[in-house]
T-cell receptor
């Protein structure tokens, strides 16, 4: 069975600091990879996704993620965070053979201070 | 376009009762997936319905069931409620089944079992 690990449970950064959130998955086959974000009081929404091709993918709001197959990782990055990035971030993977099923990590709570 | 709607938003039940939660997908979306979110287990996949058929099922007991109607609206039912069923239940819809289709999440139904 697939599993997803997010090692950082709670991250506190000052505005303008750089962000990197770790995500590792266990499945050895072909996977699709996602980062979702949940802002306070809002729905889960898709930040970015990787299916194939260029392992560096760009998403909304200046976020990007790099897929490193040899490390089973899909880390999320942002060069300079803003206070409005305060949210919970979830990494998710999907085995294309399992239809729409997403396996989520436990999430990382990001707090950005002014 | 209206987003995914879930009703009710909050529900309080007692052990042994049963509950039915409803999800209306985005207009035109034919796939509906359900997830359970708890502080301890995170987001876990329950099942997916597409064209009134269950496409995939997560590792939950048979007390958890669902169905989808011809208009793509979906319901999930939990019978013989246990304290551990207290959670946020999220519904996600996508145009078609499969991870290449972006899933849009609803606000969730928060179920409390006393």
């Amino acid at each position: 069975a697939q599993s997803v690990s997010q090692h950082n449970h709670h991250v506190i950064l000052s505005e303008a600091a750089s962000l990197e959130l770790g995500c590792n998955y266990s499945y050895g086959g072909t996977v699709n990879l996602f980062w979702y974000v949940q802002y306070p009081g809002q729905h889960l929404q898709l930040l970015l996704k990787y299916f194939s091709g260029d392992p560096l993918v760009k998403g909304i709001k200046g976020f990007e993620a790099e897929f490193i197959k040899s490390k089973f990782s899909f880390n999320l990055r942002k060069p300079s965070v803003q206070w409005s990035d305060t949210a919970e971030y979830f990494c998710a993977v999907n085995d294309p053979g399992t239809a729409s099923k997403l396996t989520f990590g436990t999430g990382t709570r990001l707090q950005v201070t002014l | 376009k209206a987003g995914v709607t879930q009703t009710p938003r909050y529900l309080i039940k007692t052990r042994g009762q049963q509950v039915t939660l409803s999800c209306s997908p985005i207009s035109g979306h034919r796939s509906v997936s359900w997830y359970q979110q708890t502080p301890g287990q995170g987001l876990q996949f329950l099942f997916e319905y597409f064209s009134e058929t269950q496409r995939n099922k997560g590792n939950f007991p048979g007390r958890f069931s669902g169905r989808q109607f011809s208009n793509s609206r979906s319901e999930m039912n939990v019978s013989t409620l246990e304290l551990g069923d207290s959670a946020l239940y999220l519904c996600a819809s996508s145009q078609d089944s499969g991870s290449y289709n972006e899933q849009f999440f609803g606000p969730g139904t928060r179920l409390t079992v006393l």
